[in-house]
């Protein structure tokens, strides 16, 4: 016999997307149940490089992903890893990223991310306000930064190719670079600005205030891992270690962990895999920047934070069972040498890994599927946390059995 459902909709997961997307509805007047396996806002909503990256408006890679295979193998400090041992497993994957970046498909997700993120910051500013938290994000922009002669001709074509997608940016001097960031090492040569970016100064706690605003609307959560769950015409029952819980809809928000519960509900074997990805976070650094900087030749982000300079932007598939490499997160540290003009000091530095659910188009799953009793939401690579006060509002209108802009580009039944 199935039991009442408690909820109107459970919400499978605490990230920055799923408790987002919980205050979305509990506003809209649903009885919200919020379940995650720790405590929210622990996973990689925690060590995420902390940028509203509205400018990266292109899938994770290009067709130079061919020539840089074998170093992805065989360099275990890359920017870009791949685990020899985890190949076989990601070769599907793979396949249909190298699939995806034939002409037509590429520019169907260049123009799905442009569209979730052109519509992020404003997303951010209202969210963000309405729990009266504006000062938790500085929209103060990002710059990219470049240091070798030969690289300017690959900075000017990125630029070129951001203005063709609608991006805001300037090129800025290395005088201009010094003086918005004295810090620096006088030997850059420049870079690009993109003015409408900025950073959050300090993502978990932007977890923790949405969260409790939406405690304040009504949502609540249970510390459960949900092993399963069947449809049936009430709605939605979910296996979990905590019992089984009932709701008349599911949102599954799980990150990378949500293709096996979509599968288990919809049938639908989604090609989900993990950018696997490390930070370096050092608490002696308040005052070296300004604003998010990224270095083009080291490929790796820097982000003023509250508790201080949080070095990012590593990237390794060895999904979701491997221990992490923490070496990886030291070498941030290694990889920021000559771009100060004094190094960066490491006391008390402590190292983190995460999983960013991704898909081999880099867009995300925002659906409504099986007659509106399943919602997703995941699959936002490392997105997740730009596109995640949008999403939001998508699924809100989902809810409502309204359409997002443009939400074909995110359907289940693209894969």
């Not at 067709?63 to 170093?71: D, G, H, Q, Y």
């Not at 990601?90 to 190298?98: H, K, N, Q």
């Not at 009504?218 to 939605?236: C, E, K, M, N, T």
């Not at 995941?378 to 359409?403: D, K």
Request: glycine share 10%; with cysteine; proline share 7%.
């Amino acid at each position: 016999m199935v039991q009442t459902p408690e909820a109107d909709i459970a919400v499978v997961g605490a990230g920055i997307v799923g408790v987002a997307c919980a205050l979305q509805l509990a506003r809209q007047g649903r009885r919200v149940l919020l379940v995650d396996r720790q405590a929210p806002g622990l996973g990689a909503s925690w060590g995420n490089a902390g940028h509203l990256a509205t400018e990266q408006v292109f899938p994770i890679a290009d067709l130079s992903i061919l020539k840089r295979l074998p170093r992805m193998l065989l360099d275990p400090m890359g920017p870009l890893r791949l685990d020899w041992k985890y190949l076989p497993k990601a070769l599907p994957w793979f396949t249909r990223l190298l699939l995806n970046l034939r002409p037509a498909p590429f520019q169907r997700s260049v123009a799905g991310i442009r569209t979730l993120n052109e519509g992020s910051l404003g997303a951010w500013q209202r969210l963000l306000g309405s729990i009266g938290r504006s000062e938790l994000f500085q929209e103060d922009g990002s710059l990219l930064v470049f240091e070798k002669p030969e690289s300017r001709q690959a900075l000017e074509a990125l630029r070129t190719r951001m203005q063709q997608q609608a991006v805001p940016v300037d090129f800025w001097s290395a005088e201009t670079v010094r003086e918005a960031a004295p810090q620096l090492s006088p030997s850059l040569l420049g870079g690009l600005f993109f003015p409408r970016t900025g950073h959050f100064i300090d993502p978990y706690r932007v977890v923790c205030e949405l969260f409790e605003a939406a405690k304040a609307s009504g949502v609540r959560f249970v510390q459960a891992q949900v092993d399963g769950g069947q449809l049936h015409s009430a709605g939605v029952s979910l296996a979990s270690d905590q019992g089984t819980l009932n709701a008349r809809q599911v949102l599954v928000s799980c990150g990378a962990h949500s293709a096996k519960l979509t599968a288990a509900l919809t049938g639908k074997r989604v090609p989900l895999d993990t950018e696997r990805g490390y930070h370096l976070m050092l608490p002696g650094e308040h005052q070296r920047l300004p604003f998010a900087v990224t270095s083009l030749e080291r490929k790796f982000i820097m982000t003023p934070m509250a508790e201080g300079l949080r070095l990012a932007g590593t990237v390794e598939f060895a999904g979701l069972e491997a221990p992490p490499s923490m070496q990886r997160a030291w070498q941030l540290h290694r990889l920021s040498k000559g771009l100060f003009r004094h190094d960066l000091s490491i006391d008390g530095a402590t190292p983190w890994m995460g999983f960013r659910p991704s898909l081999p188009d880099s867009l995300p799953v925002i659906d409504r599927v099986c007659d509106g009793r399943v919602l997703l939401a995941f699959g936002h690579q490392h997105l997740g946390l730009t596109q995640a006060a949008v999403t939001a509002e998508w699924v809100g209108r989902l809810a409502e059995r309204a359409a997002g802009p443009a939400v074909g580009a995110y359907r289940l039944d693209r894969f």
